[in-house]
């Protein structure tokens, strides 16, 4: 009999996708980040409880192309400076990405707020433009001219906050108490160039990002970098707490309770 491809893998599949998996080459990306401070209150808002807003109210935006053989990826990241136990970090918002590949393993394995987007990275000389984009609106734009180079910083270590969860099959919350992800990006730079520019927040229902305005622009940088990253769960979360912020997650939180029309299969 042929193989039954949804049939069950060996052992030795499931370690051979493990190994090849844990030897991937260095993987390089080209992108763009911008840092503003914005409005304190609208920063504490939007963070679920335990974290916790840090002395300064800053939001990031992260917007990058990474050219991998047959496979070009576009990836985004907008986040909002967040604290929890002590440990400070970011508390992504919405991280639009080109593929499904890259949305499923991370909401599924880390609880990313991944979402399927488009994102764009060119450059023209000097002038630099980089925008992420949903549902035919361009909701951040990062736009801009290189004013000269930058000294490349050391290896440095970043951690994000995700909290990862499965809605409830009956619609009242959660399966179980919610996860909360720190995940530690280790992150090397081979290139950095200074942008002159601004960061445009257009409305959008979708990624209602234009809440976070930019009050005072920190800086814009053009630079290349290469990042593995490492997730554990510290603590399980209160579902009540978090229920309130479900809607982050997705476009039309009534979706949750979408199921399969009756009698069909």
Request: contains cysteine; aromatic residues 6%; hydrophobic residues 40%.
């Amino acid at each position: 009999m042929a193989r039954v491809r949804y049939g069950a893998r060996t052992e030795a599949e499931i370690g051979a996708a493990r190994t090849a998996s844990s030897r991937l080459p260095d993987i390089w990306s080209t992108g763009v980040v911008a840092l503003w401070e914005s409005d304190p209150d609208a920063v504490a808002a939007v963070l679920p409880p335990p974290l916790k807003p840090t002395g300064r109210p800053l939001v990031r935006v992260n917007i990058s192309k990474v050219d991998l053989p047959g496979y070009p990826l576009g990836a985004g990241s907008f986040a909002v400076a967040a604290a929890h136990d002590g440990v400070e970090g970011w508390y992504p918002l919405v991280m639009p990405m080109t593929h499904e590949r890259a949305l499923i393993g991370g909401r599924e394995v880390f609880g990313e707020p991944k979402k399927l987007g488009e994102v764009t990275v060119e450059r023209d000389g000097l002038v630099v433009r980089a925008a992420l984009a949903r549902h035919g609106i361009e909701f951040v734009e990062v736009r801009g001219a290189v004013s000269g180079a930058l000294p490349l910083p050391e290896p440095t270590q970043k951690i994000d906050f995700y909290f990862k969860f499965l809605p409830a099959v009956d619609g009242s919350g959660f399966d179980a108490d919610p996860v909360l992800v720190h995940c530690v990006r280790n992150e090397k730079v081979r290139r950095l160039e200074r942008i002159t520019g601004d960061v445009v927040l257009r409305e959008s229902m979708y990624d209602p990002v234009a809440d976070l305005p930019v009050r005072e622009l920190v800086g814009i940088t053009l630079g290349e970098k290469t990042t593995d990253q490492k997730g554990r769960v510290v603590e399980r979360v209160s579902g009540q707490a978090l229920l309130p912020y479900i809607h982050q997650r997705y476009d039309d939180p009534q979706q949750i309770l979408d199921g399969p029309p009756e009698g069909s299969t």
